[in-house]
């Protein structure tokens, strides 16, 4: 069956036509959704980008990204998604035939090293899967077994969006140093940034790169990618450097276009502002206790949604251990094809969209049809979450799959706890 195929089973045929009454709930992770204020501010005619308040603006937001990203050094800003920022990361700090090592956890870990090889860098890939994270002691073991220092980065993705893996960067660095290895360490942070913890400056990040359509809750097209002197100085030895993907005159600009290589991205800025007003003004430590806090609440709900007499029949989450799952992205599986019954029901019946299981199954199997993500990262709170998990106990009602009782009551006792 492919995505578009009839539902399997007693659903057949008994689809509604999508529901137009209410608002439509995006639980994929990443575009997430957008809170009113952002889309007030970008609700305006197309400012001057010569002067006026459009200059000022961007100018408040570089203190603000660097605050959220824990670094006191570099930010630029890219009229890009997130695969452009992988690409500026790449073009300011390597060249061809340079060799990078990624721990992957994940699909977009193996993404960041396609991108890179296609670059002409030599890609060495540490493949643990998509239910583990980062090996760090075979990862210390490649490491020592480099003297002579060719690879001259370690591609790394925080949160894997694909895999729900949230790994520890701050451990990876320190293995690196025990190693007394000199690669720059480079993270990908793209689900991860304004939902789970991360400290750059104080982890040891050399590169990070990030986009704005996920916990930084703008509509799609900015990334940014995040650097310190260390990186500053690779970028300096490099023979050429694209004039687009150039980080230097983003970073340091003379003028004002060069924050964006010509034309900025106008209704973005804007929204960018009010989305990191939203953020400082709740605290990022906040936001990162609330997103651990919804979280969990998830979490509770799968396991018990998951406590059934023949488990491989139903629900389970793809990370068991909590301590490495993400705080902003939770990646499930049910026997194919029932998750991909589930989603069509649940767009077709509620107005609720789940993403798809990116990167567990290749999307020509069968057995894509048994994976699904929930997005929970940004624009979200208890009663938005309490509906998703309501909204998924009726899909699995209605379906019949089977699954286990007390789910919303185990996530509404995560959320009734006291701070």
């Known amino acids: 069956m492919n995505a578009t195929s009839t539902p399997s089973g007693n659903q057949a045929g008994t689809l509604s036509a999508n529901p137009s009454g209410g608002r439509p709930y995006l639980a994929i992770p990443g575009p997430s959704v957008i809170p009113d204020p952002v889309l007030q501010a970008m609700h305006r005619p197309s400012p001057n980008i010569y002067a006026g308040e459009l200059l000022s603006l961007t100018d408040s937001l570089i203190p603000d990204l660097k605050a959220l990203a824990g670094t006191q ?32 956890s994940g699909r977009f870990a193996i993404g960041w090293a396609e991108m890179a090889n296609a670059l002409g860098i030599e ?54 140093d025990t190693a007394q290895h000199p690669a720059l360490l480079m993270t990908d942070c793209i689900a991860s940034l304004g939902c789970d913890r991360f400290e750059m400056d104080a982890w040891g990040v050399d590169v990070m790169v990030s986009a704005c359509q996920k916990g930084l809750m703008t509509p799609a097209g900015v990334s940014f990618v995040f650097f310190n002197d ?29 924050y964006f290589g010509g034309t900025a991205p106008t209704h973005h800025l804007y929204g960018l502002r009010a989305a990191l007003d939203l953020i400082h003004r709740e605290g990022v430590e906040a936001v990162w206790a609330r997103h651990a806090r919804l979280a969990a609440a998830v979490w ?14 139903g629900l389970r989450l793809n990370v068991s251990d909590p301590s490495l799952r993400s705080h902003a992205v939770t990646a499930l599986h049910l026997p194919a094809p029932r998750a991909s019954d589930l989603r069509h029901w649940l767009e077709q019946n509620l107005g609720l969209t789940l993403g798809i299981g990116l990167g567990l199954a290749p999307s020509d199997s069968p057995a894509w049809h048994g994976h699904f993500r929930l997005g929970h990262m ?11 998990l309501g909204g998924i106990n009726a899909g699995l009602l209605a379906l019949d799959i089977p699954h286990g009782a007390g789910a919303l009551t185990a996530a509404a006792s995560v959320l009734a706890k006291p701070d």
């Not at 050094?73 to 990624?102: C, R």
């Not at 509770?300 to 029949?313: F, K």
């Not at 940004?378 to 998703?388: D, E, K, P």
């Open 73 to 104: 050094h570099f930010v630029a800003i890219y009229i890009s998604n997130g695969h452009g920022a992988w690409e500026a990361a790449l073009m300011n700090t390597l060249q061809p035939g340079d060799k990078v090592l990624v721990p992957a």
């Open 230 to 258: 260390k990186a500053a100085a690779a970028r300096a030895k490099l023979p050429r450097v694209s004039r687009y993907w150039d980080w230097t005159p983003r970073a340091t600009p003379q003028e004002f276009y060069q």
């Open 123 to 176: 890609t060495e890939i540490l493949d643990f899967g998509t239910a583990a994270a980062w090996d760090l002691d075979k990862v210390a073991t490649r490491l020592a077994a480099d003297p002579s220092h060719e690879i001259k980065a370690v591609l790394g993705v925080h949160v894997d969006t694909s895999s729900s893996i949230r790994n520890d960067v701050a451990a990876l660095r320190a293995v690196m």
């Open 378 to 388: 940004g624009h979200v709170n208890g009663h938005m979450i309490m509906g998703l």
């Open 300 to 313: 509770a709900a799968c396991e018990a949604w998951g406590n059934i007499a023949d488990p491989a029949q």
